[in-house]
Nanobody, 120 residues
Framework: QVQLVESGGGLVQPGGSLRLSCAAS????????MGWYRQAPGKERELVAT???????NYQDSVKGRFTISRDDAKNTAYLQMNSLKPEDAAVYYC??????????????WGQGTLVTISS
């Protein structure tokens, strides 16, 4: 059973920083693209950042220069470093990854989400 587990969310003041982690576990052969998405109350889920297996990154315009996505394939983990946080960054952040096992190839998996609250 493959699982993605996010951690690192919490309450932070505007201008502060948080580092989210997404750890994949189970009988994983490989992980392709990984990404972070977020969903604020009353809004649709939106892409925040993605990273390919060879390290190419893509960011939503509103987070460019403030957020950095990275991955450690030895740990099957993706990270999202979030700096200069703004109230509009508050949301539930979800991890997404393309997972391959011996039973299937490149199947999208989602984590359960981690809540980021921005408040002074």
């Amino acid at each position: 059973q493959v699982q993605l587990v996010e951690s690192g969310g919490g309450l932070v003041q505007p201008g502060g920083s948080l580092r989210l982690s997404c750890a994949a576990s189970g009988s994983i052969l490989s992980i392709g693209d990984m990404g972070w998405y977020r969903q604020a109350p009353g809004k649709e889920r939106e892409l925040v950042a993605t990273i390919t297996k060879d390290g190419r990154t893509n960011y939503q315009d509103s987070v460019k220069g403030r957020f950095t996505i990275s991955r450690d394939d030895a740990k099957n983990t993706a990270y999202l470093q979030m700096n200069s946080l703004k109230p509009e960054d508050a949301a539930v952040y979800y991890c997404n990854a393309e997972i391959s096992t011996r039973h299937y190839k490149n199947v999208e998996r989602w984590g359960q989400g981690t809540l980021v609250t921005i408040s002074s």
